[in-house]
């Protein structure tokens, strides 16, 4: 019977080794070589990674600061993902005081009599105390599941901080764009309006036809169309704005688009750096680990459970005074419970389980693969950015030769109203691009900052 009773014990503990362990990031999850074609003019690959700098050092505009600044105190989200870390915190502090016994007070008073005049009156003051004693890590791997639990709210809180930072920088940058747009067309239909009074002016002395003006009144009227949907366009993302601020729509006080300063030269970092900086990342692991620990409690469910209970207090009896003590209670129990005919129902759980842990596994590994994504994308978007940002200005630079061209030669007669029209829609088209092309380049650097995990406020 002893050999049996030894044996047993042994297979337990050996089958509960696991139950111990802490989670560790499998040796298969890797981040080698999940950034595409990261070397370039502009963007090298080193250790220091540029999301590691605060918002701060990135983002000089101090009006744009200060949007960032509100955006942090009063964005509903944001606001929402604190509230989740402050209930983690909690249900940590309560895995953490699962450890200590509880205590309850539980007084009581009876009172009996009979058909006579005496009356007895008996009252009790004791004390209970309930202590689990965690032989097989139960309360062990329900403190570090709420631990895991606490870091998956604080990476979400953060992913959360980083696409709000990213969100609120490129729509003042947006804003900047409109804002250098509408003053290119708002120039244009100034010119345009010239060009009808001088083309009236010509049609009376024969000089000009009346296609000629009505060809310039129909672009004066198109430059017009085009200033008032930019006007749209600039009140909509100012009410989007505002609504990332977590306040009404209303006029936003903003900078110039020139002056506007981005770092030329970024690091990326190595790629293992990811599976640390990336919010989103470490959240979906925190949710592994999170999983791994309720695996291990399913595991716990199969072995005994002790549980030390008592009491202690006094009793007595009371006449027409309270008087001392008349005596003590005390109780101790010990009691071992092991789980026999719930088995069916213990053997489910496992297996659910260990399906949610490989399902957060999955999940994990998916994570990896779109930050890589999502790097890959944003170091591209900003070297195609760059090249693009070149040619549009040489593209300017031409058709504005082209224009000034065209004009001169329409005065002297050389070339037909029709050429200089071209010419005049081609340069405000691309003048308009030339301002799109610059936002983009400096969207695609706050792109890039929020893929490696950028937007803390400090370091």
Request: glycine share 4%; with cysteine.
């Amino acid at each position: 019977m002893k050999k049996i009773i030894l044996f047993s014990t042994l297979v337990l503990a050996l089958n509960s080794c696991s139950i111990y362990k802490s989670y560790e990031r499998s040796e298969e999850i890797t981040a080698d070589n999940i950034y595409r074609d990261v070397v370039t003019d502009t963007i090298t690959n080193d250790t220091t990674n540029f999301g590691d700098l605060p918002w701060r050092e990135l983002f000089r505009d101090p009006l744009l600061q200060g949007l960032i600044e509100e955006g942090l105190a009063n964005n509903v989200d944001l606001q929402t993902a604190i509230l989740r870390v402050d209930q983690a915190s909690a249900q940590l502090l309560s895995a953490k005081l699962s450890y200590l016994p509880s205590l309850n007070l539980t007084p009581q008073i009876s009172v009996t009599g009979d058909d006579g005049t005496v009356i007895t009156q008996n009252y009790e003051v004791p004390v209970a105390a309930s202590w689990e004693i965690d032989l097989f890590g139960n309360l062990l791997n329900a403190h570090r599941g709420a631990k895991a639990t606490l870091l998956q709210q604080e990476a979400y809180k953060q992913a959360v901080q980083s696409s709000l930072v990213a969100s609120i920088a490129n729509s003042y940058y947006t804003l900047l764009m409109l804002d250098r747009q509408i003053e290119i067309a708002d120039e244009t239909v100034v010119i345009w309006r010239d060009q009808v009074r001088t083309l009236t002016t010509m049609q009376e002395v024969g000089m000009a036809t009346s296609a000629d003006v009505a060809q310039a009144r129909a672009s004066y009227v198109s430059t017009e169309a085009t200033l008032v949907d930019l006007q749209r366009q600039c009140r909509e993302t100012e009410n989007a704005l505002c609504v990332l601020l977590g306040k009404a729509p209303q006029k936003i006080e903003r900078g110039r688009l020139e002056e506007q300063q981005l770092p030329e030269q970024v690091e990326v970092g190595v790629p293992a750096l990811m599976l640390s900086n990336r919010p989103d990342v470490m959240q979906a692991e925190m949710q592994l680990a999170s999983a791994y620990y309720s695996t291990n409690r399913a595991r716990s469910a199969f072995y005994p459970k002790l549980t030390l209970t008592g009491s202690a207090g006094w009793v007595d009896g009371l006449g027409q005074v309270v008087t001392n003590p008349a005596g003590w209670i005390l109780s101790a129990v010990a009691s071992l419970t092991q789980p026999i005919f719930n088995r069916g129902q213990l053997i489910s759980n496992l297996r659910v389980s260990k399906d949610e842990e490989q399902i957060a596994l999955l999940n994990y590994k998916q994570a990896i693969l779109e930050a890589g994504k999502e790097v890959s994308d944003a170091l591209y978007a900003a070297e195609t950015a760059d090249r693009m940002l070149q040619l549009r200005t040489q593209q300017c630079d031409e058709l504005e030769k082209a224009a000034l061209s065209s004009e001169a030669l329409f005065r002297v007669g050389d070339a037909s109203y029709l050429e200089l029209l071209t010419a005049r829609q081609s340069l405000l088209s691309a003048q308009l691009s030339e301002v799109a092309e610059a936002v983009t380049r400096m969207q695609s650097v706050v792109m890039l900052y929020n893929a490696l995990g950028g937007g803390r406020t400090d370091n």
